[in-house]
């Protein structure tokens, strides 16, 4: 040998998976995660309080994908009620991919629908801090929404149920 090279470690990994942020009301309600590296995942759940869904959109700039509050004395704490759960995950391969998951379900009033704010952190065995972290808008809901543009311009919304395919609006 010439030279002895070294490699990096794995990458840490924590992802909420699936591209969308809507979960069926008539599913199982269940978000998934994936992770690489980590031994534990932290979710924080923040609900959503049904009458606050107006100052979320106002105060958030109406952009659910980055998250920003415009009041530096306003925020999620204002609008939402918080839960805490932690996620252990098994094995110990830093190569190998885990998969967890959360039912929402419990977080629910009732079976209503529901639009929460996810955080989830990633921690290493005898590590007190997180190495990784992901978040996530989710609404659970049985409403689908459709758009469409006219060429003239006009644009017009579709409400419909997702369970039965009806239209509701």
């Not at 998250?67 to 204002?78: D, H, R």
């Not at 991919?97 to 704010?117: D, E, M, P, R, T």
């Not at 369970?163 to 509701?168: A, R």
């Amino acid at each position: 040998y010439e030279d002895v090279l070294s490699t990096p470690d794995y990458p840490k990994e924590l992802d909420i998976a699936g591209e969308g942020s809507l979960l069926s009301l008539a599913g199982d309600k269940t978000l998934s995660f994936s992770a690489r590296g980590i031994n534990e995942i932290r979710v924080s759940i923040y609900r959503l309080l049904d009458d606050q869904l107006n100052h979320f959109v106002t105060q958030t700039y109406g952009d659910i994908d980055e998250l920003k509050f415009s009041n530096y004395n306003f925020n999620k704490y204002n609008l939402t009620r918080s839960f805490q759960k932690r996620l252990y995950l098994s094995g110990n391969s830093p190569k190998k991919v885990k998969y967890a998951s959360l039912s929402l379900a419990q977080y629910l009033k009732s079976q209503n629908a529901g639009i929460f704010i996810i955080e989830a952190e990633g921690y290493q065995k005898d590590r007190d801090y997180s190495v990784i972290k992901d978040k996530r808008i989710v609404m659970v809901t049985d409403l689908g929404i459709m758009l469409k543009k006219a060429a003239d311009g006009q644009q017009f919304v579709y409400v419909q149920s997702v369970k039965t395919g009806e239209p509701v609006a």
